[in-house]
């Protein structure tokens, strides 16, 4: 008798044309290898008595179907019974909700039940049934399934929420692995008729996916960046999804401020110039909110390597965000990860998408959170618990994805400090961006004695072969790289990762012919160097002359004016550099207002700035700047710097400093200058 599992098995194996695992059948179905043989027996007992082919059985442990194409329809009718389609029986009921939700999606108008039917192959009675499904998910992401009689049923909702809901699907519906196939995927693909590769057909349409593609490419080259493969596939949907809607009329509105926030940067006329060409071979013209909207997705993505030239407008607050945050995950985890310069550019490069996600309400996935929470569940607790900063100067709130990658950065500098070694000439593969990669290096680092050459994006390894002696990439993205050899692993480096690792190292020196002593593992760490080291530091840019005890302001506006002054006093900025951080404030808040009763006014305008300085004034009365849980503020530190590099070394020791419960403590105690100095040159 055949069962519903027997009925699917046997439908999966004829409809299949390469062998399968007895062990991974079992898997897929949640059973042991010893049930899957007693399903195969009992299904070659039908199959014999029918006269139809049986399962052929390899040595190996798999297993296959020589399909007879005379006997192919009536296989077919064996496995899914006469009264079930094809299609129909062979998803899920979360498989077809997908494919549901996608044709309603891409209908202009109303649709009737029966119309739905039969474009997506599944019966009436299943659609009406898979409905209730297909509403609540639509309602979770803020869009309604309207039924009207005699017309049938349509989606309706905002556009934006509309785009929101294609990328979703795709998203959900896609494993990781299966999505970062997009970015070499072909139309021509054996498997481009099946699911989950059917819900991009009608987003890729008529061109194919090869133009979407290449204008990927020219973003990248014109921007001079290269995108994380997860966002390299991103920014190709989000182009397509623009190219199907405007084709059908259906156009974006942004905000007019967004739009003008977007477009001030001369973001938007690159990409808009290296996808000039690809509008005329879509037949469509993007307006402005269009480029916009591309450009938004653009400055949210995550790279693998570069980082925007002239497109980064808040880099010193990016800087003081993340200063903030490395002092006080250093004070919870008790470790000093200020230690590492590694960590303050790799987030900074991390910081800027991530504040342009939270600031237009955009999502990034991350396939790799749940194993991010289990092996490092503390640091990403320590961390969502100091993101307040950042949630405030963005309006928005970070979720577990923003927060995973972010703690990928500092799980890396975490393994660093266990100590680092050197092996074989390595290349880093990943597809979601350099948080991964680092995390993958140095945990691959403190296993193994590694030289890891660079880290590098799937679609840009061919480019590192040919530039670079490479003897082994580690890659988090299963693809053959040809005759360079490569091992698959999770960027948590598991045991089962360690041991293959392990296995293609001792291969590597015996073929090298090392010494025994050459392969010893355990080489003595080298240390992490210091950020100070040959760098002002904070006592040099914020000497007695900038530090005034007991001034009067009556607002929080004059208590930065009046730490401005003693910069402007001091001939390190022009006096239109304390308006600017004045406006700072007034445009995105008073998340400058770190800890309890400080603040740190700050300005991205260099031309202001002569020279690197920090002034420091005490409040005789303390002033409200608007922040809740840190009003009101009686101490304030202004910062000038006339680059994005000479300041990180002071103001890591300043975040540090304010951190310290104790430090503060004296600050507020001390009456003079020279007693303030005294503490911040003991202190740093």
Known sequence: MLNERRRAILFQMVNGNAPFSIEDIAKQYGVCARTIRYDLDAIDEILRKKSFPCFVRHKNGQISYILDRKFQGELFRLAIGLDVDLQEYAMSALQRKYVILNELLYQENFITINELAENIGFSRNTVIKDLDDVKKWLAQHHLVLRSMPKYGLRIEGGEQDTRKAIIAIIREAFSFEQYMELSHYCDNAAHVDKYPYILCKPLFGCVGVGIFRQCVRSIEVGLKIVFADISFVDVMICFAIVAQRVSLGRYIDLNKQEVMSISSSQTLSVIAAAIRDYQGTLLITLPLDELAYITKHVLGSNLSSNQFGTITPNWMDSHVLISNLIANVSKDLKQDLSVDEQLFHSLYQEIIPVIHRLKHGLTISNPYLSQIKTSYGQLFNIIKNNLKAVEAFTGGIANEAEIGYLTLHFGAAVEKLRGNRVIPQLLVVCGTGLGTSNLLAAKIKSVYEVNIVAVAALHEVTNFLQRSDIDLMVTTVPYAFGDTPSVCVSPMLTAKDVSALGSFIDTWYRSQEKEAEGVKKGLTPEGVKRMTDGKLRLADVLPPELICCDVQAENWQEAIEQAGVLLYNAQL????????????????????????????????????????????????????????????????????????????????????????????????????????????????
């Open 573 to 684: 900025v022009d006096y239109a550099y304390i308006k600017s951080m004045i406006e700072m404030v007034e445009e995105y808040g008073p998340y400058i207002v770190f800890w309890q009763g400080i603040a740190l006014p700050h300005s991205n305008q260099l031309d202001s700035v002569k020279q690197l300085g920090i002034s420091f004034i005490k409040l005789r009365t303390p002033v409200v700047f608007g922040n809740p849980e840190n009003d009101p503020v009686d101490m304030v530190f202004a910062l000038a710097t006339p680059n994005e590099s000479c300041h990180i070394t002071s103001l890591m020791e300043l975040s540090n400093m304010l951190s310290d419960e104790n430090i503060i403590a004296r600050l507020r105690a001390a009456s003079s200058s020279e007693a303030v100095h005294d503490i911040i040159s003991s202190s740093c």
